[in-house]
């Protein structure tokens, strides 16, 4: 199944192209932020400039996924084709690796049929691979450490040893130093395997000492990083100021304003630069918050558009002359029948129903609030998945019955 999927997205890349970044903007494309960073690092200039100028050290990205593209740079060119083809194989394996955690999580919830149906529907899914050869960014990465930290929280319900709490925490160690908004679904894990454990009679502080200080001993050596170069505590990133202002202002309609971007934006670059990053983050920041408090009504109207965005699909700009996408239709409809199946899964207390309910309820959160983005969705869709499975699991065998004809 792996070798599978991972083989026709390399096939893919090539057949479609998807190697040939375009040069525009001296291939800011090729991995946005992370690809300047990752041009710094293969420079010798550190971790550094988001931008591409020379605007020092930096904390905006998570170091996971750009010091990867750093060597990849080192290794086979800076933007290159050569470097194309190895990350976008990269994320092609993280994709395919994927659909091993949903089968074992699959074996454990939905049984062992189904738990194949969801693993195969996940390799051979165009939607996932689409993530896997189009973005050059973390995009893959995280459904594969989501949905292991997933299965090993299924699996610590029973008795466990030191590996296994020492796993639990170096999973949300990676998880953090690749994409810290995972991050918000670590304490309802750990409050649901400490209540699973609890009801199985069995004790948890122990476990959970071990997997705390893995976790931030994982995390201190890019947070003492970041207090070193900036005098202040950074635990991952710094970029929520700008994340948060992009989608909260005056003009702001639920969706992106990218054209506040620095990359975008010559007088915000120039305060990016002028400012340095601490401070421009305030700066936004301190912008965004100051109109949250001056029309909190538009701010509740405009969190009520993202939430049902981030479950339907974005749609287009309103000046938009594209014709509409049929892709959210497909994408509404996905949302839709794995929130049907995350209810029924609850109604029939299917195993692991509530830790499904927590990471739906949890992880998106951010996103209302911030700006949605359809790969924002991307890390729980191993999850959305299964619950899909499991829906029409139900759901198809009850309408096949005939009814009976009264003799």
Request: charged share 15%; hydrophobic share 50%.
């Amino acid at each position: 199944m792996v070798l599978l999927s991972f083989l026709l997205q390399v096939i893919a890349i090539g057949a479609l192209r998807q190697y040939r970044i375009r040069p525009q903007d001296d291939h800011f494309g090729f991995g946005w932020e992370m690809g300047r960073i990752g041009r710094s690092l293969a420079l010798g200039q550190g971790f550094s400039n988001p931008y591409g100028d020379s605007t020092g050290p930096t904390a905006w990205e998570p170091p996971l996924y750009p010091y990867l593209m750093g060597a990849v740079f080192k290794l086979f060119g800076i933007y290159s084709v050569a470097s194309a083809w190895a990350l976008l194989s990269a994320n092609s394996l993280f994709t395919a690796l994927t659909s091993v955690p949903i089968f074992f999580i699959g074996r454990r919830t939905i049984g062992d049929r189904l738990a194949w149906w969801a693993a195969w529907l996940w390799a051979l899914n165009p939607y996932e691979m689409y993530w896997s050869i189009h973005w050059i960014w973390d995009t893959t990465f995280g459904p594969l450490l989501l949905a292991l930290v997933f299965l090993l929280s299924l699996k610590l319900q029973e008795p466990a040893g030191w590996k296994k709490w020492t796993l639990y925490g170096g999973l949300w160690g990676v998880i953090g130093l690749s994409n810290p908004s995972l991050l918000i679904f670590l304490p309802f894990s750990g409050l649901w395997v400490w209540y699973r454990r609890y009801k199985n009679g069995l004790t948890s502080l122990g476990g959970v000492a071990l997997a705390s200080v893995i976790f931030f001993a994982l995390l201190a050596p890019w947070s003492v990083r970041n207090y070193r170069t900036f005098g202040r505590l950074v635990l991952v990133r710094d970029d929520f100021g700008l994340q948060f202002r992009l989608g909260n202002g005056p003009d702001a309609d639920g969706m992106l304003r990218a054209y506040l971007q620095p990359n975008l934006n010559v007088q915000e670059f120039d305060a990016f630069r002028r400012l340095g990053e601490i401070a421009y983050e305030k700066r936004c920041r301190k912008i965004a918050f100051d109109w949250v408090r001056q029309d909190p009504g538009r701010f509740a109207v405009i969190s009520l558009k993202r939430f049902f965005y981030y479950w339907a699909g974005v749609p287009k700009p309103t000046n938009s002359t594209a014709p509409a996408d049929f892709r959210n239709s497909l994408f509404l409809a996905s949302s839709v029948l794995a929130i049907w199946g995350l209810a029924l899964a609850l109604k029939e207390k299917m195993p692991g129903a509530g830790l499904f309910l927590w990471l739906v309820l949890s992880y998106p959160t951010v996103y209302y609030f911030v700006y949605p983005h359809a790969r924002y969705r991307h890390p729980i869709e191993p999850e959305l998945l299964i619950l899909a499975v499991f829906l029409i699991s139900r759901v198809a065998p009850a309408s096949r019955r005939q009814p009976t004809v009264p003799m």
